[in-house]
Protein backbone atom coordinates (compact mmCIF):
# COMPACT_ATOMS: atom_id res chain seq x y z
CA UNK A 1 0.00 0.00 0.00
CA UNK A 2 1.28 3.39 -0.72
CA UNK A 3 0.29 6.30 1.22
CA UNK A 4 0.12 9.97 -0.72
CA UNK A 5 -0.18 12.72 1.42
CA UNK A 6 -1.17 16.01 -0.49
CA UNK A 7 -3.18 13.28 -2.79
CA UNK A 8 -5.66 15.74 -3.66
CA UNK A 9 -3.10 17.95 -5.32
CA UNK A 10 -2.29 18.64 -8.62
CA UNK A 11 0.96 16.75 -7.99
CA UNK A 12 -0.10 14.24 -5.43
CA UNK A 13 -3.32 13.79 -7.77
CA UNK A 14 -1.52 13.09 -11.13
CA UNK A 15 1.02 10.61 -8.74
CA UNK A 16 -2.05 8.87 -8.27
CA UNK A 17 -2.82 8.89 -11.64
CA UNK A 18 -0.09 7.43 -12.72
CA UNK A 19 0.74 4.79 -10.21
CA UNK A 20 -3.51 4.01 -11.53
CA UNK A 21 -1.65 3.22 -15.08
CA UNK A 22 1.06 1.66 -13.90
CA UNK A 23 -1.62 -1.08 -12.86
CA UNK A 24 -1.36 -0.48 -8.83
CA UNK A 25 -4.83 0.85 -7.01
CA UNK A 26 -3.69 0.20 -3.77
CA UNK A 27 -3.32 3.66 -2.64
CA UNK A 28 -4.35 5.67 0.52
CA UNK A 29 -4.68 9.18 -0.01
CA UNK A 30 -4.20 11.77 2.48
CA UNK A 31 -5.61 15.75 2.61
CA UNK A 32 -6.99 18.19 3.74
CA UNK A 33 -8.90 19.34 1.13
CA UNK A 34 -10.56 22.86 1.17
CA UNK A 35 -11.48 24.21 -2.25
CA UNK A 36 -15.08 23.64 -2.92
CA UNK A 37 -14.21 21.99 -6.19
CA UNK A 38 -10.99 20.56 -5.62
CA UNK A 39 -12.53 16.28 -4.77
CA UNK A 40 -12.89 16.46 -8.49
CA UNK A 41 -8.99 15.82 -8.83
CA UNK A 42 -9.90 12.81 -7.29
CA UNK A 43 -12.79 11.63 -9.14
CA UNK A 44 -10.97 9.72 -11.94
CA UNK A 45 -8.83 7.99 -9.09
CA UNK A 46 -8.75 4.24 -8.31
CA UNK A 47 -7.86 4.08 -4.57
CA UNK A 48 -8.30 2.28 -1.33
CA UNK A 49 -9.19 4.76 1.48
CA UNK A 50 -8.79 8.46 2.06
CA UNK A 51 -7.74 9.79 5.01
CA UNK A 52 -8.02 14.27 6.50
CA UNK A 53 -4.41 15.23 7.09
CA UNK A 54 -5.46 15.46 10.88
CA UNK A 55 -6.33 11.21 10.92
CA UNK A 56 -3.31 10.34 9.08
CA UNK A 57 -0.86 9.83 12.59
CA UNK A 58 -3.93 7.86 14.66
CA UNK A 59 -4.04 5.39 11.27
CA UNK A 60 0.00 4.86 11.02
CA UNK A 61 -0.15 3.38 14.58
CA UNK A 62 -1.84 0.70 13.17
CA UNK A 63 -0.70 0.37 9.60
CA UNK A 64 2.63 -1.00 10.60
CA UNK A 65 3.34 -4.00 7.75
CA UNK A 66 0.59 -2.76 5.26
CA UNK A 67 2.67 0.51 3.86
CA UNK A 68 5.02 0.00 1.33
CA UNK A 69 5.98 3.87 0.81
CA UNK A 70 5.14 7.57 1.93
CA UNK A 71 5.06 9.82 -1.08
CA UNK A 72 4.53 13.37 0.70
CA UNK A 73 3.50 15.99 -1.20
CA UNK A 74 1.14 17.66 1.45
CA UNK A 75 2.65 21.08 2.14
CA UNK A 76 1.37 24.82 1.85
CA UNK A 77 2.24 25.67 -0.93
CA UNK A 78 1.58 29.26 -1.54
CA UNK A 79 5.18 31.25 -1.89
CA UNK A 80 3.46 34.29 -0.63
CA UNK A 81 2.47 32.73 2.64
CA UNK A 82 4.03 35.10 5.57
CA UNK A 83 2.84 32.58 8.70
CA UNK A 84 6.13 31.30 9.86
CA UNK A 85 3.91 29.04 11.88
CA UNK A 86 0.93 27.49 9.66
CA UNK A 87 4.63 26.96 8.08
CA UNK A 88 6.63 25.03 10.69
CA UNK A 89 3.86 22.97 11.26
CA UNK A 90 2.55 22.02 8.11
CA UNK A 91 6.16 22.12 5.89
CA UNK A 92 8.51 20.81 8.66
CA UNK A 93 6.94 19.44 11.91
CA UNK A 94 4.89 17.27 9.67
CA UNK A 95 7.78 16.23 7.37
CA UNK A 96 9.63 15.52 10.62
CA UNK A 97 6.78 13.37 11.68
CA UNK A 98 6.37 11.12 8.38
CA UNK A 99 10.40 10.77 8.06
CA UNK A 100 10.77 9.61 11.50
CA UNK A 101 7.89 6.82 11.41
CA UNK A 102 9.61 5.46 8.08
CA UNK A 103 13.00 5.32 9.32
CA UNK A 104 11.74 3.70 12.13
CA UNK A 105 9.72 1.16 10.74
CA UNK A 106 11.83 0.69 7.21
CA UNK A 107 9.41 2.00 4.83
CA UNK A 108 10.37 4.57 1.53
CA UNK A 109 9.61 8.14 1.70
CA UNK A 110 9.73 10.53 -0.84
CA UNK A 111 8.55 14.15 -0.74
CA UNK A 112 8.36 17.54 -2.43
CA UNK A 113 11.08 19.94 -2.34
CA UNK A 114 11.24 22.57 -4.45
CA UNK A 115 13.07 24.89 -6.70
CA UNK A 116 12.36 27.77 -4.33
CA UNK A 117 14.99 26.92 -2.52
CA UNK A 118 17.58 27.89 -5.11
CA UNK A 119 16.27 31.52 -4.70
CA UNK A 120 17.79 33.69 -7.01
CA UNK A 121 19.53 31.44 -8.61
CA UNK A 122 23.02 32.86 -7.90
CA UNK A 123 24.40 29.62 -6.75
CA UNK A 124 23.09 28.03 -9.73
CA UNK A 125 20.07 24.80 -9.93
CA UNK A 126 22.98 21.98 -8.91
CA UNK A 127 21.33 19.44 -7.07
CA UNK A 128 24.51 18.39 -5.87
CA UNK A 129 24.62 20.40 -2.87
CA UNK A 130 22.20 22.24 -0.72
CA UNK A 131 25.07 24.47 1.05
CA UNK A 132 25.02 27.86 0.89
CA UNK A 133 20.98 28.63 -1.16
CA UNK A 134 19.39 31.83 0.17
CA UNK A 135 15.63 31.10 -0.55
CA UNK A 136 13.65 34.72 -1.57
CA UNK A 137 10.39 33.85 0.77
CA UNK A 138 9.46 31.85 3.92
CA UNK A 139 8.15 28.99 1.79
CA UNK A 140 11.33 28.76 0.36
CA UNK A 141 13.43 28.69 3.21
CA UNK A 142 10.60 25.89 5.00
CA UNK A 143 11.70 23.39 2.33
CA UNK A 144 15.25 24.13 2.20
CA UNK A 145 15.04 23.58 6.09
CA UNK A 146 13.35 20.36 5.92
CA UNK A 147 16.20 19.47 3.14
CA UNK A 148 18.99 20.42 5.44
CA UNK A 149 17.36 18.48 8.57
CA UNK A 150 17.11 15.44 6.26
CA UNK A 151 20.74 15.79 5.50
CA UNK A 152 21.34 15.38 8.82
CA UNK A 153 19.68 12.58 9.76
CA UNK A 154 20.99 10.86 6.73
CA UNK A 155 24.64 11.86 8.03
CA UNK A 156 23.39 10.45 11.91
CA UNK A 157 22.47 7.26 10.11
CA UNK A 158 18.87 7.99 10.82
CA UNK A 159 16.92 7.21 7.59
CA UNK A 160 14.31 5.59 5.90
CA UNK A 161 15.84 2.14 3.98
CA UNK A 162 15.28 4.54 0.36
CA UNK A 163 14.51 8.10 0.55
CA UNK A 164 14.35 11.34 -1.93
CA UNK A 165 13.59 14.70 -2.31
CA UNK A 166 12.07 16.29 -5.34
CA UNK A 167 13.19 19.88 -6.49
CA UNK A 168 10.01 20.65 -8.68
CA UNK A 169 10.57 23.44 -11.10
CA UNK A 170 7.29 25.24 -13.05
CA UNK A 171 4.79 22.68 -12.92
CA UNK A 172 1.93 22.91 -15.26
CA UNK A 173 -0.71 20.65 -16.57
CA UNK A 174 -4.03 18.94 -15.09
CA UNK A 175 -5.69 19.65 -11.56
CA UNK A 176 -4.43 22.55 -10.97
CA UNK A 177 -7.48 24.34 -10.68
CA UNK A 178 -7.45 24.78 -7.31
CA UNK A 179 -4.87 26.55 -6.72
CA UNK A 180 -6.12 30.04 -7.42
CA UNK A 181 -3.19 32.46 -7.48
CA UNK A 182 -0.67 29.87 -7.12
CA UNK A 183 -1.88 27.63 -10.36
CA UNK A 184 0.32 28.02 -13.04
CA UNK A 185 1.23 30.75 -16.00
CA UNK A 186 -0.19 28.10 -18.72
CA UNK A 187 -3.73 28.08 -16.70
CA UNK A 188 -4.08 31.82 -15.91
CA UNK A 189 -2.71 32.44 -19.61
CA UNK A 190 -5.84 30.67 -20.79
CA UNK A 191 -8.43 31.59 -18.70
CA UNK A 192 -7.48 35.43 -19.55
CA UNK A 193 -7.25 34.44 -22.74
CA UNK A 194 -10.46 32.93 -23.25
CA UNK A 195 -12.08 35.91 -21.27
CA UNK A 196 -10.64 38.91 -22.38
CA UNK A 197 -8.75 38.47 -25.69
CA UNK A 198 -5.21 38.57 -24.71
CA UNK A 199 -2.84 37.12 -22.10
CA UNK A 200 -1.42 39.74 -19.30
CA UNK A 201 2.85 39.45 -19.02
CA UNK A 202 4.92 41.59 -16.49
CA UNK A 203 7.34 44.02 -17.44
CA UNK A 204 11.02 43.41 -16.71
CA UNK A 205 12.87 45.41 -13.76
CA UNK A 206 15.86 44.04 -14.24
CA UNK A 207 18.72 45.25 -16.52
CA UNK A 208 19.91 42.99 -19.80
CA UNK A 209 16.19 40.94 -19.80
CA UNK A 210 13.64 41.89 -22.02
CA UNK A 211 10.02 41.97 -20.81
CA UNK A 212 8.34 38.80 -21.44
CA UNK A 213 12.28 36.97 -21.16
CA UNK A 214 11.91 36.05 -17.78
CA UNK A 215 12.81 31.97 -17.86
CA UNK A 216 11.17 29.23 -15.88
CA UNK A 217 12.03 25.62 -16.29
CA UNK A 218 8.36 24.28 -17.33
CA UNK A 219 7.79 20.74 -17.08
CA UNK A 220 4.60 19.37 -17.52
CA UNK A 221 3.18 17.18 -14.30
CA UNK A 222 2.55 13.89 -16.04
CA UNK A 223 6.19 14.00 -16.27
CA UNK A 224 6.89 15.02 -12.77
CA UNK A 225 4.94 12.30 -12.06
CA UNK A 226 6.50 9.94 -13.72
CA UNK A 227 9.55 10.85 -12.94
CA UNK A 228 8.56 10.14 -8.66
CA UNK A 229 7.07 6.50 -9.92
CA UNK A 230 10.21 5.96 -11.11
CA UNK A 231 11.93 6.29 -8.18
CA UNK A 232 9.54 4.16 -6.57
CA UNK A 233 10.34 1.24 -8.89
CA UNK A 234 14.18 1.52 -8.25
CA UNK A 235 14.66 1.11 -4.59
CA UNK A 236 18.44 1.72 -4.64
CA UNK A 237 18.28 5.27 -5.48
CA UNK A 238 18.23 7.44 -2.43
CA UNK A 239 18.80 11.75 -2.89
CA UNK A 240 18.02 14.93 -3.34
CA UNK A 241 16.94 15.46 -6.81
CA UNK A 242 15.70 18.44 -9.16
CA UNK A 243 12.88 18.03 -11.31
CA UNK A 244 12.44 19.93 -14.56
CA UNK A 245 13.41 19.34 -17.91
CA UNK A 246 16.77 20.83 -18.06
CA UNK A 247 15.88 23.67 -20.67
CA UNK A 248 14.42 27.33 -19.65
CA UNK A 249 11.51 28.76 -21.20
CA UNK A 250 10.56 32.48 -21.17
CA UNK A 251 6.89 33.20 -20.10
CA UNK A 252 6.98 34.99 -23.79
CA UNK A 253 6.97 31.67 -25.04
CA UNK A 254 4.58 29.99 -22.34
CA UNK A 255 1.83 32.19 -23.56
CA UNK A 256 2.33 31.95 -27.33
CA UNK A 257 2.13 28.53 -26.81
CA UNK A 258 -1.11 28.49 -24.44
CA UNK A 259 -2.68 31.08 -27.03
CA UNK A 260 -1.53 28.97 -30.43
CA UNK A 261 -3.17 25.84 -28.69
CA UNK A 262 -6.42 27.52 -29.08
CA UNK A 263 -6.50 28.00 -32.16
CA UNK A 264 -6.51 32.08 -32.43
CA UNK A 265 -3.88 34.78 -32.92
CA UNK A 266 -1.86 35.48 -29.79
CA UNK A 267 -1.85 39.14 -28.24
CA UNK A 268 0.10 39.81 -24.98
CA UNK A 269 -0.83 42.87 -22.80
CA UNK A 270 1.84 43.93 -20.40
CA UNK A 271 1.51 44.81 -16.87
CA UNK A 272 3.60 45.74 -14.16
CA UNK A 273 5.16 43.39 -11.08
CA UNK A 274 3.21 43.13 -8.04
CA UNK A 275 4.82 45.03 -5.19
CA UNK A 276 4.54 41.44 -3.03
CA UNK A 277 6.80 39.57 -5.67
CA UNK A 278 9.05 42.63 -5.78
CA UNK A 279 12.55 41.23 -4.60
CA UNK A 280 11.14 37.77 -4.08
CA UNK A 281 10.80 36.99 -7.71
CA UNK A 282 12.78 34.67 -10.07
CA UNK A 283 14.25 35.95 -13.26
CA UNK A 284 15.98 32.48 -14.39
CA UNK A 285 15.37 28.94 -13.47
CA UNK A 286 16.68 25.73 -15.22
CA UNK A 287 17.54 22.52 -13.62
CA UNK A 288 20.25 20.66 -13.89
CA UNK A 289 19.60 17.01 -13.96
CA UNK A 290 22.98 16.12 -14.70
CA UNK A 291 22.70 13.17 -11.26
CA UNK A 292 18.81 12.37 -12.16
CA UNK A 293 20.38 10.73 -15.44
CA UNK A 294 23.17 9.58 -14.03
CA UNK A 295 20.54 7.76 -11.48
CA UNK A 296 19.24 5.85 -14.41
CA UNK A 297 15.71 8.10 -15.43
CA UNK A 298 16.24 8.07 -18.89
CA UNK A 299 12.92 8.74 -20.13
CA UNK A 300 12.26 12.41 -22.23
CA UNK A 301 10.80 15.44 -21.23
CA UNK A 302 7.63 16.83 -23.41
CA UNK A 303 8.68 20.20 -25.11
CA UNK A 304 7.11 22.94 -23.80
CA UNK A 305 5.07 23.34 -26.82
CA UNK A 306 3.95 19.88 -27.03
CA UNK A 307 3.32 19.68 -23.26
CA UNK A 308 1.21 23.07 -23.18
CA UNK A 309 -0.71 21.19 -26.43
CA UNK A 310 -1.84 18.60 -23.98
CA UNK A 311 -3.06 20.37 -21.31
CA UNK A 312 -4.79 23.34 -23.37
CA UNK A 313 -6.86 20.95 -25.99
CA UNK A 314 -7.18 17.74 -23.82
CA UNK A 315 -7.95 19.67 -20.48
CA UNK A 316 -8.63 23.04 -20.38
CA UNK A 317 -10.86 23.00 -23.73
CA UNK A 318 -12.85 19.85 -22.52
CA UNK A 319 -16.13 20.05 -20.57
CA UNK A 320 -14.37 17.97 -17.96
CA UNK A 321 -10.61 18.80 -17.52
CA UNK A 322 -9.55 16.95 -14.90
CA UNK A 323 -7.44 13.92 -15.55
Request: charged fraction near 20%; charge should be negative.
Amino acid sequence: MIVITGGGGMIGSMVAWRLNVLGRDDLVIVDSMTHPEQWQNLCHRRYANYFDKNELPSWLEHATGEVNAIVHMGAISATTEQDWGRLLDHNIRHSQFLWSWCADRGVPFFYASSAATYGSGDQGYDDASIENLRPLNAYGYSKHFFDQWVMRQVEAGYAPPQWAGFKFFNVYGPNEYHKQRMASVAFHSFNQFRDNGTVKLFRSRREGIADGMQSRDFIHVKDAAAVLCWFIEHERVSGIYNIGTGQARSFLDLATAVMTGTGREPHITWIDMPEDLEGKYQYFTEARIDRLRAAGYTDPFLPLEDGVRDYVQNYLMQPDPYC
